[in-house]
């Protein structure tokens, strides 16, 4: 039986691996205006503007480039003992650990794939130093006076060796409500997005054409307004920040968008799906053919066949 939708309340953050840790964080700070707020030997913490939690992403320093945990807030003590309880029924395994700041108890588990979810309820709200403070008592931190300025980690795409495998495990373990996603000619699920709550979506799940498992397709922060979009372009082409394509507008999920390259080898979408809910309790799937999305990605750009999904990173300009 599918888990009611609600027990996971919310992207907490994810964990980014890079070999260059000092710039990857330049990239995240000054580029993207995000705060450091922590750091324990090779692992950095650092955080939105708007996020009531101690950080939003945690980078820590690796060999290769990608994805370590991504971490789901559940809404509360009792939501997290029900998701721990239908992960084990189903024959998954997990381990408790408490290992990162300004939360409690994580429950660390792996989805098909191999990606790592932490699943967690205990979290404590940010308080702002006095040169941090908003004006606004409603917002947790000042906004940043550099770089774009993002609002909160929005979402993870992950690559995935079978779609609709880690699909279901999101659904039927998770509580996830599928929105949207592409089906081939030969009935194989090619991609599927996911929400959690009534954003349109949280997760989505990418077919990696190499077999790989447990790879990472970008991980993704929204802005206030498309024009954020437009500067972040323009202040990437000043800074040397790698643009693989964009801005554009997806047709799928409608989200305007920007991908780039951190200097570690991640990539990282720029997105404005702010407006686009869905509110409807019985939201059909809906699915787009094969033919349909040979038509294009984004405004009649053609699917791009993206130099991380084959395993090489680009070079910097």
Known sequence: MTPPLGDIAHIGHAQLFTPDLDASVAFFTDFLGLTVNGQDGDTVYLRT????????????????????????????????????????????TGKWTEDEPGLGRLYVTTDPDGHEHALYWESEHYQAPQALKPSLKNQPQAKPNRGVGVRRLDHIN??????????????????????????????????RWLTYTDKSYDVVYTS????????????????????????????AIDTGVFIETG???????????????????????????????????????????????????????????????????????
């Open 49 to 92: 503007f708007d996020d009531y939690e101690h950080h939003s992403l945690v980078l820590t320093a690796r060999e290769q480039p990608g994805l370590g945990r991504l971490a789901l807030r559940t809404s509360s003590e009792e939501a997290l003992r029900r998701r721990v309880e239908a992960i084990e029924a189903a024959g998954g």
């Open 208 to 235: 990696d054409w190499t077999g790989s498992e447990g790879r990472l397709h970008h991980i993704a922060f929204a802005t206030d307004t498309r024009e954020d979009i437009l500067r972040a372009a323009d202040l």
């Open 158 to 191: 992950f690559l995935a060796a079978d779609v609709l495998a880690n699909a279901e495990w999101q659904e039927q373990l998770l509580g996830a409500r599928p929105t949207e996603q592409i089906r081939l000619d030969s009935g194989k699920i090619a991609a």
């Open 247 to 317: 801005p554009h507008k997806h047709a799928i999920q409608q989200t305007f968008f920007l991908y780039v390259y951190e200097p570690g080898g991640n990539r990282i979408e720029l997105c404005n799906p702010l407006t686009r809910l869905v509110l409807a309790p019985d939201w059909p799937l809906i699915t787009w053919t094969e033919e349909e999305r040979k038509k294009g990605q984004a405004w009649g750009l053609k699917t791009i066949e993206s130099f991380h999904t084959h395993g090489t990173p680009p070079v910097q300009p």
